[in-house]
């Protein structure tokens, strides 16, 4: 079984959260507080990959509702790369395929926040077709 943690990254005005394991109410707890951490550091862009996420819940998908909904009223770029395709269908089953910023890679991810820097809030729509 995977450890359950969250790692960060700096780079720059961008940090990277990397969620591994399943996504617990402790790790839901502890992104929405090192979201809050880095935007009051005033990072322009938050990355999350989720990449090694094995599974997601309820909890998790509002906790990044949440940071995701601070982050845009900050100005801050927060955006979700490498979801599975499993748990990529669970975020557009529960309709937040259209609030939160999604892309495929961490390029697409770094491509999106340099071209969105200054204007958080617009939605990515790289997934949709």
């Known amino acids: 079984m995977m450890k359950e943690e969250l790692v960060t990254q700096h780079m720059g005005d961008t940090v990277v959260l990397t969620i591994h394991g399943e ?5 839901a707890h502890a992104l929405d507080q090192k979201c809050q951490e880095e935007m009051l550091k005033r990072v322009k862009h938050i990355l999350v990959d989720c990449a090694t996420i094995t599974s997601l819940n309820p909890t998790i998908l509002r906790s990044i509702l949440s940071s995701s909904s601070e982050a845009d009223k900050a100005g801050v770029n927060l955006v979700l790369y490498h979801l599975r395709a499993e748990h990529l269908a669970e975020v557009e089953t529960a309709g937040l395929l259209s609030v939160l ?3 495929p890679t961490f ?8 071209s969105h820097t200054g204007r ?3 939605i990515s729509r790289a997934f949709r077709k």
């Open 23 to 27: 996504c617990s109410e402790e790790i």
């Open 120 to 122: 958080a809030g617009s």
């Open 107 to 114: 390029k697409d991810a770094y491509t999106y926040c340099r």
């Open 101 to 103: 910023h999604v892309v």
